[in-house]
């Protein structure tokens, strides 16, 4: 198809609001993180960009498309993803424009992940006993103990997360137990994704009930 595709800076803002608007439901963080380092493509004019993907480690991450492509979706899709040199795609299940652009053609769909999100006004009351306070730099080697599974690359996400006193450390009697994080999913959203770690030595002791409870409390 004659479509314009070239790389630039970031996904052009304008069309990037346009989509988180078309979602249903709010950007999930996994995602939001690999868009962050992802090489971003625009299509059509440079001056009048009819779309935008964005690629991360060989996937496709991110994919908007006006209604001016519509007709085109798929080959669209297509040779976007053949120029950036993705073989896969990360969509998310409420994302219909990409469900609709990469489904296209035959594929192979497994499913990487589930995205619980819960909306509630309810108040938790955590156990007693728990103390909270704000994670500095010399708790990196007890935070490093709790991946894998909190961390994906935890010598450069606990520093970046600890920078933005984002991590709150959990504590009965005064020993560690496990942490609780609080990122904003995307710059300027109200909306955040929570994370729980728990150390080894106390897990399947009932501990994450309260380090939850005390996250959603909003410390």
């Known amino acids: 198809m004659d479509l314009e ?3 630039c800076a970031a996904p052009p803002s304008e069309l990037r609001q346009r989509y988180f608007e078309s979602l249903p439901a709010p950007q999930v963080h996994y995602v939001e993180e690999r868009v962050a380092l992802a090489r971003t493509l625009q299509l059509g004019p440079a001056d009048a960009p009819l779309g935008y993907m964005a690629i991360h480690d060989g996937a496709v991450v991110e994919f908007y498309a006006t209604n001016a492509l519509l007709p ?3 080959e669209a899709f297509r040779a976007a993803a053949a120029h950036g040199g993705a073989g896969s795609a990360i969509i998310k ?7 609709v652009a990469a489904s296209g053609r035959a594929v192979r769909v497994t499913t990487i992940g589930v995205n619980c999100t819960a909306w509630t006004d309810q108040r938790f009351e955590p156990p007693p006993g728990f103390a ?9 080697p007890f935070l490093r103990e709790l991946s894998p599974g909190l961390f994906e690359r935890p010598e ?3 520093p970046r997360h600890l920078a933005a006193e984002e991590i709150t450390l959990y504590e009965l009697g005064g020993t560690p137990v496990g942490c609780g994080i609080c990122t904003p999913v995307r710059a ?3 909306v955040f994704d929570l994370g729980v770690g728990v150390h080894p ?3 399947r002791r ?14």
């Not at 306070?133 to 708790?139: E, G, K, N, P, T």
């Open 188 to 190: 300027g959203a109200d």
């Open 206 to 219: 009932g501990a994450a009930l309260g380090l939850e409870s005390k996250n959603h409390d909003g410390h």
């Open 5 to 7: 595709i070239a790389a």
């Open 201 to 203: 030595d106390w897990r």
């Open 156 to 158: 450069t996400e606990i």
């Open 72 to 74: 085109q979706l798929d």
């Open 132 to 140: 909270a306070r704000l994670a500095s730099v010399a708790d990196f």
């Open 93 to 99: 299940s409420y994302d219909a424009l990409a469900l």
